[in-house]
C-alpha cells in the first residue's frame, strides 16, 4: 500500500484544514487507517484512527472533538477534518495503515505515507 498525504499548510489559529491521505496498490477496505504527527522536539503522537468501514474511530485527547476522521472506501481515500486548530497543532502529520482491525490500539501500523505539514499561528 503506498499512501500519499496532502492538503497541509499555513492557518490562523481557530480555523480549519481538511487533510487527504490517497492510497494506491491495495483497497483500504480491509485496514484500519490512523493520523499522526510529530511536532519538533516531540515524539510522534497518535492522533486518530478509522475502523474499516468507518463506522468506529478513536481520538487523542488533545484533539477530540476538534478532529474528525472519516474515509471513503470507494476513492481509497481517508481524510482528516481538523477544526478550532491552536498553534499547538502544528506539526508534520502522516497518515497510516494497517491490516488489524483493532483500530483502538495506535501500535502495529504497517504503512506509512511521507507526510504534509501543517502550521497553525497564532
Known amino acids: 500500500v503506498q499512501l500519499q498525504a496532502s492538503g497541509g499548510g499555513l492557518v490562523q489559529a481557530g480555523g480549519s484544514q481538511r487533510l487527504s491521505c490517497a492510497a494506491s496498490g491495495r483497497a483500504l477496505t480491509t485496514y484500519t487507517m490512523g493520523w499522526f504527527r510529530h511536532a519538533p522536539g516531540k515524539e510522534r503522537e497518535f492522533v486518530a484512527a478509522?475502523?474499516?468501514?468507518?463506522?468506529?474511530?478513536v481520538y487523542a485527547d488533545s484533539v477530540k472533538g476538534r478532529f474528525t476522521i472519516s474515509r471513503d472506501n470507494a476513492k481509497n481515500t481517508v481524510y482528516l477534518q481538523m477544526n478550532n486548530l491552536k498553534p499547538e497543532d502544528t506539526a508534520v502529520y502522516y497518515c497510516a495503515a494497517k491490516r488489524s482491525a483493532l483500530y483502538s490500539s495506535q501500535f502495529g501500523y504497517d504503512y506509512w505515507g511521507q507526510g504534509t505539514q501543517v502550521t497553525v499561528s497564532s
Open positions: 478509522s475502523s474499516w468501514s468507518g463506522s468506529s474511530s
